[in-house]
């Protein structure tokens, strides 16, 4: 059952309907054939070519001279959504859905980026204001449907599925989804159930071309289950479908890979893979440990103990899937550190592939983003011969850990940077436990953490010992100070407005986890008390609007400068008295340790590895509650600071500093990164 639905026919006149324009002539109110091809192929170029934003213009053109074509509106989107990135499309996305309440696309785009950016509650609340009376008849049963998945009420959704089934037995549409959406999450019986209590028997309200579909969806089915049964797994597997292939990929993959040989002499060639280069921490800490092995081998230093004479190569998925997803792209080319995209390599040729024979027929079987990255990893790879690959983040250990193991690679690094996924439910799979459970079962398979706090939930969670997961500190140096672009004049312009008193700041990306709204809050109780406080809040994200309007709600807009996403962070630190966040969950905040460098004490919740950054009460404060932060401890937090005497503040500056450099150098991270390669 399609999501989104065709436009009215053809008039009997055969013209499309139109209306009359201002000038009394008129206008096709729907596009001809011809116009729906040339769009169709105009979208089908910006994607291939990337040009998303020409893209955008385009097709906003066209959508504004059928403003009732869904369609047109529905492919300028999905442009705008790769140019901008799905947080900032979510308004223009939550637009289409209102204005063509009949897109399923649009709607579930809308529940599952808000599910990400604000939690399940958020998401909830959204289809229960869409669907206040329930599941709806068809043709939008499959909207509500597939937005009551997005946020995990698989039992919701089956029992008002079969209930319609109950009720009128020959609803092959709603079979069908119900199939539909039982395969997807893996359970073949019961897909196969469901179809099979269908009517194949074509009627006026069955078509063939129905019943030729289902028999379709059945035949898959069917075939799949054998495909199973051929690998020795049975029911119980095909119940857990993406969960029991991946399990029995890993398994056969790791007893054909054996024993690695014991590592001597200097480390080889090293991999590095992540899902992009984007203004992140784990990317920023990513690049500089790339950067700092690869200066360290081309001038045959020692690294710790050990010796690096491999290059050091970047694989990501895509860098121009996602805006700024080429963020740290310059500090790897200006290193001359080769950088590859595993998506670019074709899927035929992937599976094609020697590494991925003995798997190549259940490849479709395996969970996503496992199927379509399993066979260009291991592509890769096998090319390659690294004798070290590194995995950075969940994500990317359930995308590449099949595919290292696949192509024989001796040393795997997991390396992990926060909590792990049912801390973050939002983001949180099946596969994941069993995953990490099976890799690290085999010898040569390391998981790493940047925080001790990462290391013992991860351990706890997996059931294995804490001193199985090797701790490293994220290796910071103190930022440049000096302003790029047109951040001296923008700060000069502020200091005007607001001449040099006290100044609370924070850099962080706006988003939900970082609660910029809360510190907006705790920002205007400060005032309250200390009317000479000014504040600068260096970053961007979805919030960046609802920063803005709330500070004017709040009336400190002049007050507060937003300098929206900035690369001298160095340069803004300098103009802080104390940094604040108030995140929800971190891994280790890189800015943390960064204002530190820069002698500026800290206030921060204990989310993740937050408060292993400082020593609480002499480089800064760690307030009592990650949850709900108090705005009054906020507040009387920074105050306190900044009530200390001069003597007091040189003293925190002169110990801030120190915790910055001996917990947090870049070379004990390469040393530590360099006994995992090895040890």
């Known amino acids: 059952m399609p999501l989104i639905h065709e436009e009215p026919a053809d008039t009997l006149s055969g ?39 020409d893209g955008v213009r385009e097709m906003d053109s066209l959508a504004a001279r059928f403003p009732a074509h869904e369609r047109f509106h529905l ?66 049963l499959g909207m509500w449907a597939r937005a009551w998945e997005e946020v995990g009420e698989h039992a919701r959704v089956d029992a008002a599925l079969s209930a319609l089934l109950e009720n009128d037995s020959t609803s092959v549409g709603v079979g069908s989804l119900h199939a539909g959406l039982l395969r997807r999450r893996g359970d073949l019986p019961a897909a196969q159930a469901v179809l099979e209590r269908l009517p194949h028997v074509s009627t006026d309200e069955t078509p063939a071309a129905q019943d030729d579909a289902v028999a379709n969806q059945l035949a898959v089915l069917r075939r799949d289950r ?85 290059p050091v190569e ?24 080769p950088v ?3 998506g670019q390599i074709p899927a035929d040729v992937a599976r094609s592939d020697a590494a991925v024979a003995g798997i190549r027929d259940v490849l479709h079987l395996l969970p996503a983003p ?43 690094i997991l390396s992990v940077r926060s909590a792990p996924p049912p801390d973050r439910p939002e983001r949180d799979r099946p596969e994941y436990q069993m995953l990490y459970q099976t890799l690290l079962s085999a010898p040569g398979i390391v998981l790493t953490a940047n925080s001790r706090f990462a290391a013992r939930r991860y351990a706890t969670w997996l059931g294995i010992d804490e001193a199985r997961v090797r701790v490293i500190y994220n290796g910071v140096r103190p930022l440049a100070d000096t302003p790029r672009g047109d951040s001296a004049v923008f700060m000069a312009d502020f200091d005007v407005q607001v001449p040099a ?52 709600r709040l009336g400190i807009a002049d007050r507060v400068l937003f300098t929206g996403r900035r690369p001298d962070v160095g340069f803004w630190l300098r103009h802080f008295d104390v940094f604040v966040l108030l995140s929800r969950w971190e891994g280790l905040p890189n800015v ?16 993740g590895g937050a408060a292993e950054t400082l020593i609480d009460g002499v480089t800064g404060i760690v307030l009592p509650d990650a949850i709900s932060p108090d705005i009054h401890a906020v507040s009387a937090a920074v105050l306190s600071l900044l009530s200390e005497s001069v003597t007091s503040v040189a003293t925190i500056a002169r110990d801030a500093r120190r915790v910055a450099t001996e917990r947090f150098s870049l070379l004990t991270m390469l040393g530590k990164t360099m006994e995992a390669y090895v040890e």
């Open 15 to 53: 013209h499309r309907a139109s209306s009359p324009d201002g000038n009394g002539s008129t206008q096709p109110m729907h596009p001809d054939r011809g116009t729906r091809e040339m769009a169709e192929a105009m979208f089908a170029r910006h994607v291939r070519l990337r040009t998303f934003a």
């Open 75 to 140: 492919l300028a989107m999905r442009l705008r959504d790769r140019s901008e990135g799905r947080p900032a499309a979510l308004a223009g996305w939550t637009r289409l859905a209102e204005q063509f309440p009949h897109c399923g696309e649009a709607f579930v785009i809308v529940v599952r980026t808000v599910l990400r950016m604000t939690g399940r509650d958020a998401a909830r609340a959204i289809i229960e204001a869409r669907f206040p009376d329930g599941a709806p008849a068809m043709p939008d």
């Open 226 to 310: 054998k495909l199973l049964a051929r690998r020795g797994l049975g029911d119980t597997a095909a119940r857990n479908m993406h969960q029991a292939v991946l399990h029995d990929c890993l398994v056969s993959a790791i007893a054909r890979r054996g024993t690695p040989p014991a590592m001597r002499g200097p480390v080889g060639r090293v991999i590095m893979f992540n899902g992009s280069l984007g203004a992140g921490g784990a990317e920023r800490q990513l690049v500089n440990t790339a950067v700092g092995l690869t200066r360290a081998a081309r001038a045959g230093e020692g690294i710790g103990h050990y010796h690096l004479d491999g």
């Open 314 to 337: 970047v694989a990501c998925r895509a860098l121009d899937d996602r805006p700024h997803g080429d963020f740290f792209l310059s500090d790897l080319t200006s290193a001359h550190i």
């Open 340 to 342: 590859d995209c595993y």
């Open 370 to 412: 496992v199927d379509g990255a399993t066979a260009r990893v291991a592509t890769l790879l096998r090319q390659r011969r690294p004798q070290v690959v590194h995995l950075w983040q969940d994500g990317m250990v359930l995308a590449a850990g099949l595919g290292a193991v696949l192509a024989g690679v001796p040393r795997i």
């Open 501 to 552: 008193t006290r100044t609370i700041g924070t850099v962080m990306r706006l988003d939900d986890n970082k609660r910029p709204l809360l510190w907006l809050d705790c920002a205007a109780r400060m005032l309250a008390q200390r009317p000479d406080l000014r504040f600068i809040m260096v970053g961007d994200g979805p919030l960046a609007k609802q920063c803005h309007a709330h500070a004017r």
């Open 592 to 607: 943390l340790i960064e204002a530190q460098a820069a002698g500026i004490p800290v206030v921060t919740t204990p989310a």
